[in-house]
């Protein structure tokens, strides 16, 4: 046995080792790796932090009710509101990006990170600043409506050049009740920023 | 060096000191949503798709894809009654902007909105190597872009063409289906652009989806199902000739 103290050296360079190799990857393994598989769980977090850019047509029809009801008489009533409208969102500057710890900055210089995404304003947050733009029907409606024989047979669809000759859609029409004579004086397509 | 007891007692208690710090950290829990209630996927309903493309500008819109890349496209078939196995595809920049209009009326055409699959055992989380693409919890094939080294492994794996290696990040990007929507009860951007209800955002976790009662009463195919992807988009009214 009292031979065996280079054993002991050996056995103690070993712990050492590990203690070492503890601490190095409690830093360069993520907090959060591991926890539901072999991701970084935190993943799904920041994925979901991306701005909501189409608000949803249940956020318009929280003020534009009388759009919603001749909506739901009409042919669009399962039309929603931001597939002819158009996303209710404008981009904001980007706000100055904080600097991390020691070992994160010089992980950036390394690889450099990905830029950030501008946060966004709703139109529905700040209805005075943000104004979604008027759609102009005749290139709107004849994106859905121009007849072609690759579309569904069912789908209402007209040549544009024979049906209207120019004049826009919502002369006759309106978008959010399109059937003539139906409710095209009530709640016509009016507002918005040209 | 001999270590004796009194030595083990004192480093026995550090090793644990510092085995606690490799576990410690706590992730962000989120309040609202709990990730176990739910299993995602979608119904695509071909014949209702008529091919105007908002769902490929919706998706750029929302998820800011660079021009040229696509987290959803949509191709136009046409098959002869002679020409079965060798349609003609076409998807001029993603569909994005409609498809060339069709005068005479030969064979059958019709339209199929492609996006990532969600495939419960995927090919492109299996591949990567270092565990930056991954099924969430609630079935959603994610990619991390904080991890990913831009090998583009997943992107050959992808069998459905689904991913791509973003031109400024140099990371892979895909489909997320919304996953910042979804998880604050929203639908995604292409089902709510959609103005044919041709797309349907589906929670097959949860009972009262109208997907259980589609699922039941009407034929449903996925993509390439000999691959045994578990693929979680549905399509009603597939043809054999959609590759």
């Given amino acids: 046995m009292k031979d065996a103290g280079h054993l002991f050296r050996f056995a103690g360079l070993f712990v050492v080792a590990f203690l070492v190799f503890l601490v190095v990857r409690g830093y360069v393994v993520p907090k959060t790796f591991g926890q539901y598989g072999h991701y970084r769980g935190a993943a799904m977090g920041e994925i979901a932090q991306h701005p909501v850019k189409f608000a949803g047509h249940q956020t318009c029809e929280g003020c534009h009710s009388d759009i919603a009801d001749t909506k739901t008489k009409g042919a669009h009533a399962h039309v929603n509101c931001e597939a002819c409208h158009g996303a209710l969102f404008q981009n904001l500057p980007v706000p100055p990006q904080p600097k991390g710890n020691l070992y994160e900055r010089f992980v950036a210089l390394i690889v450099p990170p990905p830029p950030p995404t501008p946060p966004v304003l709703l139109h529905a947050d700040d209805p005075a600043t943000v104004t979604p733009v008027k759609p102009d029907t005749l290139v709107l409606c004849a994106r859905c409506h121009t007849a072609s024989a690759a579309k569904p047979k069912d789908f209402p669809q007209v040549d544009p050049t024979v049906h209207m000759g120019g004049v826009p859609c919502e002369t006759c029409h309106n978008p959010h009740s399109p059937a003539i004579g139906s409710d095209a004086s009530e709640s016509p397509a009016t507002g918005g920023a040209k | ?243």
């Avoid at chain 2, 699922?215 to 959609?242: C, I, N």
């Fill in chain 2, 1 to 243: 060096m001999n270590i004796s007891r009194r030595h083990l007692l004192i480093l026995l208690p550090a090793a644990a000191v510092a085995w606690k710090y490799v576990e410690a950290g706590t992730p962000d829990a989120s309040p609202n949503y709990q990730m176990s209630e739910h299993w995602w996927g979608m119904l695509i309903n071909i014949p209702k798709c008529i091919g105007c493309g908002n769902c490929v500008r919706a998706c750029q819109t929302e998820n800011d894809v660079p021009d040229g890349n696509f987290r959803t496209w949509v191709e136009r078939y046409h098959v002869t009654d002679t020409e079965m196995t060798t349609p003609e595809v076409i998807s001029p920049d993603g569909g994005k902007e409609g498809f060339p209009v069709v005068q005479e009326d030969a064979g059958k055409y019709f339209f199929v909105p492609k996006m990532c699959n969600h495939c419960a055992d995927s090919p492109c989380t299996q591949v990567c190597p270092v565990g930056a693409t991954f099924i969430s919890p609630d079935g959603v094939v994610l990619v991390d872009q904080k991890y990913c080294l831009g090998c583009g492994y997943c992107v050959q794996a992808c069998p459905y063409g689904c991913r791509y290696l973003h031109p400024t990040k140099h990371v892979a990007d895909k489909c997320t289906l919304c996953y910042h929507r979804i998880t604050k009860g929203l639908t995604t951007a292409c089902c709510e652009a959609c103005p044919t209800g041709a797309r349907q955002l589906a929670d097959l976790k949860d009972p009262n989806d109208p997907i259980h009662e589609f699922l039941k009463t009407h034929p449903v195919q996925v993509l390439k199902p000999q691959m045994a992807t578990g693929a979680k988009l549905y399509y009603f009214g597939l043809d054999g000739s959609v590759r």
